[in-house]
């Protein structure tokens, strides 16, 4: 019998439609990455409000996610055009989260309530429109090949390019202080400031400059110029990520259907989805994940301007990470290929764990110690990113072939949201404790209990969070023989029903 190309999945995917669909996450990183790596301290240090109000308005985000991911699985789910289900999503709301990362970076002339206010209303509006296109973008992973291979083949490619964009994004520290550092020294010398401090801006350490600033004028001056800095970046980045997304839109299309038999049931969807172990166990992965990375990033700005007293160097380790993340993510493929996708899963997790409390190690001035432990940390742990969603996909062919139901978006969207409920408690959790040490990103030092909690945001924490998702790995039972099984049943089955 002679499968229909349509269904005939199996079929390697060309490189034109894996580097399309891999662009996506590019854009999609140029404001998840600007949100993730520098909201906290754009908050804090330039926006001008506290800690636990920052905290507060990130956590307020993932709770409106609990209502607008699984909305958009549901959705996207049942729409149905002739250029597909989730593809359009790309092209429809590319250019409103362009305007929303650019409003997140826009400081509006407001007393602090209207601050705490704008900033709220801001972050929902990203959220809602990074949601609206990245949950379709990630489900149209699970139609456009059923091949487990592929899958993870297809997702190392995402996260490749994604990295690219989030390698972009890790250069703004850098960006935003070459942009203002001709003003900043024309003001210093027009207050007189000494040689030293000239000496300390050159440099970019604005924090000693201040320090040796009696007028108090240099560290205003600094934010509203840093104020402007970020919001050019945005609007960069936000035009550059719309062109991205409809050249992946064009790149890519959609291949598997649900059965042409299958009724809309709600209720049914959730049931097979949330009774389904292996997502059960990988929907806690993607919480527990998502808590420790955004625990590290909400501090590392923070690390370098108090610890360690050099801005620049946080440019350095995210520019570090995410050439370690590039590199690495390219091993997921040979790995698997070799191993059962959960022991490689297990293994690099393990050790990215040990790696990251080894960062609680390095002293202020020991900078290749830091570069080189966190570089391996993060090589050990990339393979996993793509991963997990070829994993996910995978759940949701083993839920059609077990339920005769398909519902990928609301696989991809409850998955995301797991994530966005990690990165909401880390941020809430990372505000909190902040505020209880008396950290005021408005002072020019810090208390002492302030930067150990920091150091240790930045290293034991996520290193354990790290081994915990070791642990629950050991729960997960999906292996290959299985999908192997469920590939061939469900390609019979799709051939029959389109004969």
């Known amino acids: 019998m002679k499968i229909d190309s349509k269904y005939n999945t199996a079929t390697t995917l060309s490189f034109k439609e894996k580097f399309g669909y891999g662009l996506g996450d590019t854009a999609s990183h140029f404001s998840w990455d600007m949100a993730g790596m520098f909201l906290f301290f754009y908050f804090t240090d330039v926006y001008g409000i506290s800690a636990a109000a920052a905290g507060t308005i990130m956590m307020a985000a993932r709770i409106w996610d609990a209502v607008s991911d699984p909305l958009v699985g549901i959705i996207s789910d049942r729409t149905n055009t002739k250029y597909g289900k989730f593809r359009p999503y790309m092209i429809w709301f590319a ?51 059923s091949d487990s291979g592929q ?31 001709d003003d900043v020294i024309v003001f210093a010398k027009s207050i007189n400031l000494s040689p030293e401090a000239l000496e300390f801006i050159g440099n970019y350490k604005w924090v000693d400059a201040g320090l040796l600033d009696s007028t108090g004028k240099l560290k205003e001056m600094i934010t509203l110029l840093e104020q402007e800095a970020f919001q050019l970046i945005a609007i960069i980045l936000g035009v550059a990520g719309v ?28 049931k097979n989805v949330f009774g389904l172990r292996p997502w059960v166990i990988l929907f806690i992965l993607g919480i527990i994940t998502f808590v420790l990375i955004l625990l590290q990033g909400a501090v590392i700005n923070q690390y370098f301007k108090y610890f360690v007293k050099s801005e620049n160097d946080a440019t350095i380790l995210y520019t570090s990470t995410t050439i370690a993340l590039i590199i690495g993510v390219l091993l997921a493929r040979p790995l698997t290929k070799r191993f059962e996708k959960r022991s490689v899963y297990l293994v690099c997790s393990a050790i990215s764990g040990v790696l990251t409390m080894a960062l609680y190690i390095p002293g202020p001035d020991d900078f290749y110690l830091l570069q080189i432990t966190n570089v391996l940390s ?9 991963l997990l969603w070829s994993m996910i996909a995978d759940t949701a062919d083993f839920s059609e072939w077990k339920n005769k139901r398909r519902a990928t978006g609301l696989f991809f969207s409850a998955t995301t949201f797991a994530q966005k409920l990690g990165g909401g408690i ?34 034991i924490v996520p290193g354990l969070l790290y081994l915990v998702t070791a642990i629950v790995l050991f729960w997960y039972k999906l292996d290959d023989k299985t999908l192997a099984m469920v590939k061939v049943e469900l390609e019979t089955r799709r051939n029959n029903n389109n004969n």
């Not at 490619?157 to 964009?165: Q, T």
């Open 378 to 386: 993060k090589l050990a742990i990339a393979p996993t990113i793509p």
């Open 426 to 459: 880390a941020t809430g959790l990372t505000g909190l404790i902040l505020t209880m040490v008396n950290y005021d990103g408005s002072a020019l030092e810090q208390p002492e209990d302030a930067i150990l909690s920091i150091r240790l945001l930045f290293s």
């Open 243 to 270: 062109i991205l997304l409809i050249f992946s839109y064009l790149s890519t299309n959609e291949r598997i259907e649900p059965p042409k038999n299958q009724k809309s049931n709600l209720k049914e969807d959730f």
């Open 151 to 181: 899958r993870t083949l297809l997702n190392q490619y995402r996260f490749f390019l994604g990295f690219i964009g989030m390698f972009i994004v890790s250069f703004t520290m850098y960006f935003k202080n070459y942009l203002i550092i």
């Open 95 to 145: 250019i409103p989260l362009s305007i929303s990362l650019v409003l997140l970076f826009t400081t509006p002339d407001f007393e602090n309530t209207g601050k705490i206010i704008y900033a709220t209303c801001a972050y929902l509006l990203l959220s809602t429109f990074y949601t609206a296109v990245n949950l379709p973008y990630s489900a149209l992973s699970g139609v456009m090949t």
